[in-house]
């Protein structure tokens, strides 16, 4: 093995980190949090082994970057794996290892594209849909697009996971259109 890709994620609709329920929280950090912790920690004694060093892609999200409000639990887990991707690169660096991360906006996949986050971003739509949320994730962005698609993350993770990135670690990389700009 040379290379891990840990993209764990889910996303729930949030409130304020006040009244978030403890249940809603616990399953955010285990999944987005825990979840590439210990996919990262399944394969690092497989890249040790091989004695080549290797690659180790995490995916956290703009959010992991900046914060938005009511999603609290989703904006701590994506943190938290910035501070897993620094430091496993810090930890596994001597043997070669590269540990970076990757930071999307909005992806056009069905985390995004389904009928709660619909109605979460238009709530005073009796029947919202992509068309009509577009708008809305088109104005995170500097660029004139409402999201990115699969491909676009796939592109950067085979970027860093190439010997094109051989010297690259410990970096956060978004592919988030211009949002971390606003």
């Known amino acids: 093995m040379d290379i891990i890709v840990a993209n764990a994620g889910i996303g729930t609709v949030g409130t304020r980190l006040d009244r978030m ?3 809603v929280w616990q399953e955010m950090i285990d999944v ?3 979840g590439v912790w210990k996919s990262v920690k399944a394969g690092v004694p497989h890249l040790l082994a091989g004695g080549r060093g290797g690659s180790i892609i995490l995916t956290s999200s703009v959010a992991g970057l900046k914060t938005y409000p009511h999603t609290g639990h989703y904006v701590a887990a994506k943190h938290g794996v910035v501070g897993l991707m620094r430091t496993f ?3 596994l660096g001597a043997q070669s290892i590269r540990v970076n991360s990757v930071h999307p906006t909005h992806v056009n996949t069905p985390l995004l594209l389904n009928e709660k986050t619909f109605r979460m971003f238009r709530p005073e739509l009796e029947n919202p849909g992509p068309d009509d949320m577009a708008p809305v994730c088109q104005s995170f962005h500097i660029l004139p697009i ?3 698609t699969a491909e ?4 950067a993770v085979l ?3 190439s010997d094109e990135a051989r010297y690259i670690t410990g970096v956060a990389l978004p592919v988030d259109a211009g949002s971390c700009l606003k």
Do not use: C, Q, T
Request: net charge negative; hydrophobic share 45%; charged share 25%.
């Open 152 to 155: 676009d993350i796939s592109n």
């Open 89 to 91: 690169a810090v930890e």
């Open 32 to 34: 987005n949090l825990s």
């Open 159 to 161: 970027f860093l996971a």
């Open 21 to 23: 329920k403890e249940d």
């Open 146 to 148: 409402p999201w990115v």
